[in-house]
């Protein structure tokens, strides 16, 4: 009997704000493997912020998400079947096989993973993408040194999360922004940070300002927009700004800076980056990484929705901010 494989594809591009309408699940058989191929069972699906802007057809640093095609994704589950040497059966395994629940390959794309003492999904999270993204924005850009204050938006996420925590461990003031006091309140008293602004609550630029009496040295941003408008105004002269994300921009709606001039009158440096297109540094992040987390010293948490069939509605959630921390999909 021929084993299917459920899918989920991207059916049509969003006009404005992504909706389930976009995504359309499908069943395919799965072929035989060939010589040099190994199948893989995913147990997570990855879900992140940078698949809405592979959803439109527009430039950008990566080439549109082909329509029909399975939305893209990072993947993490078992080897079940392998005509490859370099894997067997029961090796778990790293990949970007995307929304679905089996996924065949020559290997070259696949990493074998130790999940001894790391869970299998945390290198979907802090021991992946999300957790180098922070270190090299962090460690790269901003560049912390001991007694600098270092701001960090959606600091309750997958990325922001590490970048506050690695911020302390350098010695640094970590402040965060986050929505909601359930968030703020976990980023203070779980991952350690100073202090955490509640976007939705008061004056955003001015609850920012009492926690960085000091200013800003360094800040992290995931979010733009209004966000990005209140941290550009507590900016030292000479700060550092590792641009990551500017999820209040992914639905095509422009937000422009009240205050541009900011970037010349403070000398700012202002450095967008792709994590993707500095892989010389993901053996070094990688493995401080993965230590901290083994030895339970890097703090992180999940969201996770049941089922492919999931995907779709946690993915919209995700871009609103309801899900805390990684947001994942688990499939078995």
Not at 111 to 132: I, K, N
Not at 263 to 286: C, K, N, Y
Not at 290 to 305: D, F, I, M, N, S
Request: net charge neutral.
């Amino acid at each position: 009997m021929t084993q299917t494989n459920r899918q989920i594809l991207l059916a049509s591009r969003p006009e404005g704000a992504a909706s389930v309408d976009n995504f359309r699940l499908v069943e395919t058989p799965l072929a035989p493997l060939e010589e040099g191929q190994v199948r893989v069972r995913n147990h997570f699906l990855s879900l992140d912020p940078y698949m809405r802007g592979r959803m439109n057809d527009s430039k950008s640093y990566a080439a549109p998400q082909p329509l029909g095609s399975v939305m893209i994704g990072g993947t993490a589950g078992e080897v079940v079947e392998s005509r490859n040497a370099k894997f067997k059966t029961g090796d778990k395994v790293v990949g970007m096989f995307g929304w679905q629940e089996f996924g065949t390959s020559n290997g070259g794309d696949l990493h074998v993973v130790d999940t001894t003492h790391v869970p299998l999904s945390a290198y979907l999270g802090p021991v992946g993408m999300p957790g180098v993204t922070a270190w090299y924005g962090l460690n790269r850009i901003i560049e912390p040194k001991a007694g600098q204050t270092v701001v960090v938006s959606a600091a309750s996420g997958a990325v922001g999360s590490v970048v506050g925590q690695l911020a302390k461990r350098a010695g640094c003031r970590a402040v965060g922004i986050a929505g909601g006091a359930q968030k703020c309140r976990y980023v203070v008293e779980t991952l350690g940070f100073d202090a955490c602004i509640d976007y939705k609550a008061g004056n955003l630029y001015q609850d920012l300002k009492a926690a960085t009496p000091d200013g800003v040295d360094g800040y992290f941003e995931n979010v733009g927009g209004e966000v990005l408008d209140a941290a550009l105004a507590r900016m030292n002269a000479f700060g550092r700004i590792a641009l990551c994300g500017m999820i209040a921009c992914y639905d095509a709606q422009p937000v422009p800076l009240r205050h541009p001039q900011l970037l010349l009158t403070q000398r700012l440096l202002v450095q967008g980056f792709i994590v993707s297109e500095h892989m010389d540094v993901w053996p070094q992040a990688l493995a401080e990484l993965g230590t901290l987390v083994a030895k339970h010293q890097l703090a992180y948490r999940e969201t996770v929705a049941e089922g492919l069939e999931k995907a779709p509605g946690a993915f919209l959630g995700m871009l609103k901010g309801q899900n805390f921390g990684k947001q994942l999909v688990k499939l078995i």
